[in-house]
């Protein structure tokens, strides 16, 4: 489990950092799509079944475990100890089967585009270092995110993925051998501090559209937010059509 869940810890790092070029603007965010879809496709692949390996590993070593626990159900004098680490990882239970829901409605959303097939459509030249059509991450994200009610489901997600997270990063250590009694303070402030990195970084992009769409704050060019819009990418006319 400490393994699946180091791949994982490290995965949404790097994604986050990449998700937040978003806040470059189109040309940087669809650049940075595009090179990744373009990489040798065994590589693409490669990564990709690593990454869903991982979870599903992951997933169902943890079942596997809380079943073991409740085989294992302590008796009435048992001491407090066990009672509370059975009712952390019954949270991380319920916090980790949440976070693989939302990660099926997100490659719905976003990767195989079946929640709005229109996203799959939307095409630029703006980001292309060839001058030809690519996909337009960046109309897509904002299209996603215009939608109030997807907007917060994501935001709810990051932050139960913000409180697995600060759990499985101090678990990990402790499989590792390095959570010894000295150092489990620090340890536990550095897994914390981590997994409310990964919340702000992430929830910061839905966040901003909403807050954008609201009239709240200016955060990306205007001109994707208002319905006549100028033709400036062939998807403008598929964003504006978002509520
Ligand atoms: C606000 C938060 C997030 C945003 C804006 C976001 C954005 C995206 C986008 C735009 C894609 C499609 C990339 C493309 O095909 O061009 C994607 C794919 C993906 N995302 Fe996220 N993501 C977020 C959170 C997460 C989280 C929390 C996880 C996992 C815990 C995750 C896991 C994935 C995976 C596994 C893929 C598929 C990658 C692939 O195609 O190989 N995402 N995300």
């Not at 996603?144 to 101090?170: E, N, P, Q, T, W």
Request: proline share 2%; hydrophobic share 50%.
């Amino acid at each position: 489990m400490a393994l699946t869940g180091l791949v994982l810890i490290g995965f949404v790092f790097v994604h986050m950092a990449g998700n937040l070029q978003v806040l470059a603007g189109q040309a940087q965010i669809n650049a940075y799509a595009h090179s990744l879809q373009s990489l040798p496709w065994f590589i693409l692949w490669g990564s990709r079944l690593f990454l869903l390996a991982s979870v599903v590993i992951h997933a169902w070593t943890a079942y596997s475990l809380i079943i073991e626990n409740r085989k294992a159900r302590p008796d009435k004098n048992e001491v407090e100890v066990t009672k509370r680490a059975g009712w952390s990882s019954l949270k991380m239970g319920l916090t980790g089967s949440i976070l693989l829901a939302f990660i099926v409605f997100h490659l719905l959303h976003f990767t195989i585009r079946t929640i709005y097939p229109e996203y799959a459509e939307m095409t630029t030249t703006v980001g292309s270092t060839a001058d030809v059509e690519i996909h337009d991450a960046f109309s897509m994200i904002l299209a996603g995110f215009k939608h109030d009610i997807i907007s917060i489901f994501y935001v709810v997600a990051m932050f139960l993925l913000c409180r697995h997270l600060a759990h499985g990063f101090s678990s990990v250590f402790q499989s590792i051998g390095l959570r010894t009694e000295a150092w489990q303070g620090k340890l536990d402030l550095i897994a914390s501090g981590y997994a409310w990195l990964i919340f702000a970084g992430f929830s910061i992009i839905p966040i901003s559209v909403l807050a954008q769409k609201h009239g709240l704050y200016e955060f990306y060019d205007p001109s994707f937010f208002v319905s006549e819009a100028s033709e400036k990418t062939n998807t403008s006319n598929l964003l504006n059509n978002e509520s």
